[in-house]
C-alpha cells in the first residue's frame, strides 16, 4: 500500500491539509501521551492551535492550554472567539494591574480570572506557563496544547506536566532557543538540562512520540521559503504556499537613482535585497548602518508602495504598520527609532529578533547581525536570530550589511567547547549565514555613504 506524503502533493493547500488531518488524527485518537508538531515560519501553527483546542472541546476532552507569553495568550484566545463565539473559554490571568488585553472584556463567551477554580469546567482554559506553574488542587486536564512549545524551557514544561494526561506540542525548531538569565554549562549534555527546549527534552526521553511537520509556508512567498528552508530547515523542509507571480510588489513613485531606490526596486523584483556599505569595523550602533535602515523605510513610504497577494487581490498599501526593521541588540533598535524619528516616520515597528518572533510583515528590513563587527560570537551565529530576520515578511526583505562578512566568517571558525552528550546543531550559524550571504550577493546594490 502506497502512503501519502504531503509534502510531496502538488498542490500546496492539498500537503497542508493533510499534514493537519493526520496531526488531529494523533491528537484526538491517538494513544501515545504527546504529539510533536514542527512548524515553519507562516505555516499556521496558530491556525492548527486553534482548530485542534476547538474539535478537542467538542469531542468533550477538557482542555488546557499552554503559551509563553500574555500576548500569545490573548491572541489565540481572541482566535477562538472569532472561530466559535459559543465556546466557553476561560483566561487564566496573573495578579497584575493591567493582566490582560481589555478586547477580551467585550467577549462574552470568555470569563477571567486570577484563580484556577473560578475557572473549572469551562471547556477551554489559556494561559503562560508561568501562571500554570503556581495552580495546585485543581484538574488534572485530560488534553493540553502547548503553543510555542520550542521557546518553553524543560523546567518549564516539568512545572506544569502534572496538570494534563496527553498534550499536542507545537513550534518552530528554526527559531530563537528558550532564553535563561543564568548560565547552563553546568548541565550541558544531560538529559534533564532545564535550559532545554521542552521538545528536545520530551523527545529525548519519549523518541517514540509521534511526529509530523506542516510542509507549507503561507507567509514567505516563492522567492523566500527556498533559502529559508534549505538554511535553516535542512531537515524539515517546507514550501511556500504561493508561486512565482502569485504576489507582486510595486511603487507608485519612481526611483530617483540612490542606492536606497535601487535596492527597493531589487527587492521588489526579487523579494530580496542587500544594501552594502564599505568594510569597516564600528560600534554596534553603526551610525551609518543605522542611517541606511531608515533611509530605505523612509523611502518605502514615500513611493507608496503597494503589494498583491494574488493574482485577483485589489493592491493593498504598503502602510507604516506593515513594515518591520529588525536588530540583533535592543541598543540597535533604539538607534534606528531615533533616526526614523528625525525622518519623521512613525507606526513602523523596530526591534530585536527575539520580539518578532511570531510576527510577519509586507516588507522588512533588517540590520545584519554581523555587520561591522570585529569578530563572530555565538550570540550573532545563532541561527535561529537570523532565521527569525529573514522569515518574517510576505513580499520583501532588504538586509543592510557592511562588506567583509564572508571574509569574517572564514576567520573566525567556531571556537565553542565540545560538550559530550550534546547534539550537534544543524546547520550551525557558519554554514546558515554562508547560505544567505551566497543569495544576496545575487542582489547586492553598493552604498557609499
Known sequence: MTVFDPATAADPAVAAAAATERILADTLHGTDRGVVVDSPPGAGKSTLVVRAARELAAAGHPLMVIAQTNAQVDDLVLRLAEKDPELPVGRLHSNDPDPYDKALDALANVRKSAKAADLAGLDVVISTAAKWAHVQGVGPWSHAIVDEA????????????????????????????????????????????PSASAVSTLLAHNPEL?????????????????????????????????????RKLSFGAASDGSAHDRVLDEAAESGWGLLELPARHTPRTDPE???????????????????????????????????????????????????LAELGVSEVTVDTANRLQGREFDITVILHPLSGRPDATAFHLETGRLCVLTSRHRHACVVVCRAGVGELLDEHPSTEPVQLGVAVKFPDGWEANHAVLARLAEHRVSLTP
Open 150 to 193: 520550542y521557546q518553553m524551557r524543560s523546567d518549564a514544561l516539568l512545572a506544569v506536566a502534572g496538570l494534563f494526561d496527553r498534550a499536542l506540542f507545537v513550534g518552530d525548531p528554526g527559531q530563537l532557543d528558550p532564553f535563561s538569565v543564568v548560565g547552563a554549562d553546568q548541565w550541558a549534555g544531560l538529559s534533564y538540562d
Open 210 to 246: 509521534p511526529q509530523h511537520r506542516l510542509p507549507v509556508s503561507w507567509r514567505l512567498p516563492a522567492s523566500a521559503a527556498p533559502l529559508v528552508s534549505a538554511a535553516f530547515y535542512p531537515y524539515t523542509p517546507f514550501r511556500s504556499g504561493t508561486g512565482h507571480g502569485d
Open 289 to 339: 548602518a543605522v542611517r541606511a535602515v531608515a533611509r530605505v523605510v523612509r523611502r518605502i513610504l514615500d513611493r507608496g508602495g503597494v503589494a498583491t497577494s494574488t493574482a485577483d487581490a485589489d493592491p493593498a498599501p504598503v502602510t507604516a504598520d506593515r513594515v518591520a526593521v529588525g536588530t540583533a541588540h535592543r541598543d540597535q533598535a533604539a538607534a534606528v527609532r531615533a533616526a
